[in-house]
């Protein structure tokens, strides 16, 4: 589904960010991208969705050389993603239900459809009797709740997600971890960039590990695992 060969990006006026990059990702796998703050996880994650483009190399999103699309072609690309932030980038002056229904709207989904849509997105995240309040008054946990649900609401096959529980204490964390592996269980596959190792395991979950924008060679901690285990627990409610 995703194949990276090769891959170098480097921004102008900078040094390498991404240097000689290869890996590829299959349907349905959820996958794990970490390293320290600025070692390229971000931008990875811009040239997967295609709001980047290599330096060099060769980068594929459904047999798609992201590369050579038409500028035309990108929107039409980017509906196969949801897109999940570490800051939300939720529409404040608006209510929880007309920020998830946006994407929709976008892609010219209406009337009956787009609101079954949209409340079957909140109630999938906990957040179905928060519909007309708005998002200030939301916990940390339940905006980010909220950018999940507005980034699945379209039914994209690939959820690409940015640091998404940087911000959250340990129980919010978990809960929003639960949410992905729900999504992921279900045939979806996840790509998370993330500084620490939290839910991964080296028998469940591939990590690609950057340091200085080349991928190396990760094991989780002893403390990563135990976390993974609180994480588990959690999956029970969304399961």
Not at 149 to 178: F, K
Not at 199 to 207: A, K
Request: hydrophobic share 40%; proline share 4%.
């Amino acid at each position: 589904m995703i194949q990276f060969d090769q891959v170098t990006k480097r921004y102008p006026g900078s040094d390498e960010v991404l240097k000689n990059i290869s890996f590829s990702v299959n349907a349905g796998e959820f996958v794990f991208v970490t390293g320290h703050s600025g070692a390229g996880k971000s931008t990875l994650l811009k040239l997967i969705a295609a709001t980047e483009r290599p330096t060099s190399g060769t980068v594929l999103v459904a047999n798609q050389n992201v590369s050579q699309l038409k500028a035309s072609a990108i929107p039409f690309l980017r509906r196969r993603f949801g897109l999940i932030f570490q800051d939300h980038k939720l529409l404040y002056d608006r209510n929880c239900f007309e920020n998830v229904i946006l994407p929709l709207r976008i892609n010219g989904v209406s009337g009956n459809e787009a609101a079954k849509r949209v409340r079957a997105a909140l109630d999938k995240v906990g957040l179905l009797h928060k519909e007309k309040a708005m998002p200030i008054t939301l916990s940390g946990g339940e905006q980010q709740r909220l950018a999940i649900a507005r980034a699945v609401v379209s039914r994209p096959s690939i959820l690409i997600a940015d640091e998404p529980t940087g911000n959250l204490d340990a129980s919010y964390t978990a809960d929003i971890m639960a949410i992905f592996y729900a999504f992921n269980q279900v045939g979806v596959t996840v790509i998370m960039a993330t500084h620490d190792a939290l839910g991964m395991s080296t028998t469940q979950n591939r990590v690609l590990h950057l340091n200085q924008g080349k991928l190396v060679p990760s094991t989780p901690s002893h403390a990563d695992l135990s976390a993974l285990n609180q994480t588990e627990l959690s999956i029970e409610k969304f399961a």
